[in-house]
């Protein structure tokens, strides 16, 4: 675990989930929102709050309305190598906060996802290389203002952990870390959910979880599993269940009330931050923030 690493946490509201003696809410998918404003196809999505800031600040509005706690900024991809000479990581990283702050929620997570390479030896991607691209993606993330850094849908527990190395040692966020794993509970390299929790916690950082891939009640197994094997927040993030295709699109099974049912007995189990992913909507952040509300 990192030694006497400051913390800057936002306010006493914020510590107190830390503390898991609070629940926080984050917003749920910017990409099927992108895809339905028509913003979706053809480009890096993150380049939206470039060309199209208002639509994208209208989209964190919508969730900001339906209840959540947490805007995520809109910069899943927005590496340097990704990026090229597209518009800088720090640009990126300013225009998506501002979007995000616009939007009202009253927490801003600067979101970093994978590189989209494959580590050596496995791959061409070094660990040092890793480690300045999340850097960078990081203080970025700082410099804009952003409340905390969000690490996630990592399929590969070696770059999450370069990941929040780099997070926890060169800006003073608090860091959340999300994996994501198959219908049988492992990482791309085999790892389980127990395993990725607790070398994670090692490190120090704040909160960790999982994301994407999965449903609520295929991913609660995962979370429980987690709970018992670190004493840190665990948050989730599911999907609106496992996808078809149906007229060349991705269809999405669950619907906001079925999907915060799911996602209720994790909150028995002791998950206290949640929030949804790929195929959500506002709806189901207000579906998510109704439960939340019966609960306090």
């Known amino acids: 675990m990192q030694a006497s690493r ?14 898991k003696e609070g629940t ?48 995520i900024t809109n910069t899943f991809g927005s590496n340097a190598d990704k990026l090229g ?9 300013n225009a998506a906060t501002d979007c995000a702050r616009k939007g009202g929620a009253p927490y801003v997570a ?16 070094s660990e040092e290389h890793a480690y300045d691209l999340f850097a960078e993606e990081a203080r970025s993330a700082e410099t804009a203002g952003c409340d905390l850094v969000l690490i996630e849908t ?10 929040a190395r780099a997070a926890l040692e060169t800006t003073e966020l608090p860091v959340f870390v ?15 959910p127990a ?7 090692k490190l120090g950082v704040q909160v960790v979880g999982i994301n994407c891939s999965l449903g609520p009640s295929a991913i609660r197994p995962f979370t429980a599993d987690m709970l018992e094997h670190v004493s840190c927040p665990v948050m989730t993030q599911p999907n609106a269940g496992l996808p078809s295709m149906v007229d060349g699109r991705e269809v999405y099974p669950l619907d906001a009330e079925t999907f915060a049912q799911e996602i209720a007995p ?31």
């Open 110 to 125: 600067g979101d970093i996802g994978p590189t989209g390479q494959m580590l050596e030896p496995f791959g061409a991607l």
């Open 6 to 19: 400051t913390l800057h946490v936002s306010d006493a509201r914020f510590q107190k989930a830390l503390e």
């Open 266 to 296: 994790m909150l028995d189990d002791g998950v206290r931050i949640i929030g949804s992913c790929c195929g959500s909507t506002p709806e189901f952040t207000a579906a998510l923030r109704a439960l939340l509300d019966q609960r306090q």
């Open 24 to 71: 926080l809410l984050f917003e749920g998918a910017m990409g099927t929102m992108l895809f339905k404003a028509g913003l979706a196809g053809g480009e890096l999505p993150d380049l939206c709050c470039l060309s199209h800031p208002d639509t994208v600040a209208d989209i964190h509005r919508q969730y900001a309305e339906a209840g959540a706690d947490i805007a």
């Open 154 to 163: 990592m399929a590969d527990l070696a770059e999450a952990k370069i990941a």
């Open 195 to 201: 395993q990725a929790a607790e070398e994670l916690a």
């Open 85 to 93: 000479d597209k518009a800088t990581v720090a640009e990126v990283f």
């Open 178 to 192: 999300t994996m994501t794993f198959d219908a049988s509970g492992h990482t791309l390299m085999g790892n389980t």
